[in-house]
Structures are given as structure tokens and as C-alpha cells.
């Protein structure tokens, strides 16, 4: 009986193995085409919600700049109607003076003509503080056209030279600051 002995590996055999072995797990790593397809497709799913998120979070940055704006907006005209209130009891202070100073037996002499001119330096002051916080006279005169925005008509004139519906006659001055109406104009209406 012819025993056969094993032959030992060369070197070069033993390279050779370990290459076919590397071989044929490089090409079970080497992904299909079936895998690379799907990784595609979760990338373009992964990139489609990035751009989701990213219009979300755009739609909501742009909401809160909105409402931002709003509420400095209505707190500025909250301020404006506090200074509006505080200014109209100025204005019947004004109002109180300037039909004191149309009286026919002011003070013309002496003593009291002294007292008369302090008083109408301290309407001018008064009337300066209201033209520096902006406040002016609402126009209201004869026959212009009567305004339910700036006048407020008091009563009706029958037989008045000016057309039907224009002011026949100034009330009471009106104030605005700016377009917000202090207090308006009270007049009479032409018929």
C-alpha cells in the first residue's frame, strides 16, 4: 500500500487562496444594483422631508416675524389712543381759553390787561405742547363738504347759502394726530 504524503503548501499557493478568498468577499460587499437603487430612493425620501422641514420651519419663522409686527403695531396704536385721551383733556382746557380771550370785555388796561397776557402765555404754551406731540386742527369751515370721518354734525341749518350737505356752521373745533381723530369737529349741515 502506497501511502501518500501530503504535500506542504508553498507559499505563492497560500497567497493565492488568500487572494480568491478576498475576491469573493469584496464581491458579496459590493452592493446590487437592487440595494443601490433602494439607498437611492431613501436618499431622495431623506432629501424630500429636509426640504419639508426646511418650509416648515421657513413657514413658522415668517408667521412669528408676522405676528411680531402685529402686536408692535397694536401697541403703538395703543399708546397713541392713551396720548390721544391724556391730549383731549388738554383740548378742553384750550377750548375754555380761546372762548375767554373772544370775550368783548377782556381786560384791555391796568393791572388786569397784565393778568389777561399771562393767561394767553400759558394757552400758548399749552397750544405749542400740543402742536409738538403732533396734534392739529381738524378742517372744518363753511361750506366744505361735511366729512363723517372728521365732523360730527350737531344739528341741520334749513335755509343756508351753502349746498345740502356741506357745513353750515363750526360747532367746536376738531383735533387729529395724524389720521387718528383726537375729538371731532362738531358742526351744523346745510339742508
Known sequence: MMVMEEQPTTPMETHSSDNSKEASATASSTPSQAEVEALKQQLEAAKAQAQEYLAGWQRTMAEFDNYRKRVAAQEEQTRQR???????????????LERAFQDPNRPRRGRAREWAQGIELIYNK???????????VIPAEPGQPFDPYWHEAVGFVEDSPYDEGHIAEVVRKG?????L???P???KVAR
Not at 126 to 136: A, C, K, S
Request: hydrophobic share 55%.
Open 175 to 179: 383735533y387729529r394726530v395724524g389720521d
Open 185 to 187: 369737529a362738531l358742526v
Open 126 to 136: 399749552i397750544r405749542h405742547l400740543l402742536q409738538m406731540q403732533g396734534v392739529e
Open 181 to 183: 381723530v383726537i375729538r
Open 82 to 96: 392713551i396720548r390721544a385721551e391724556v391730549l383731549k383733556a388738554l383740548l378742553e382746557i384750550v377750548d375754555d
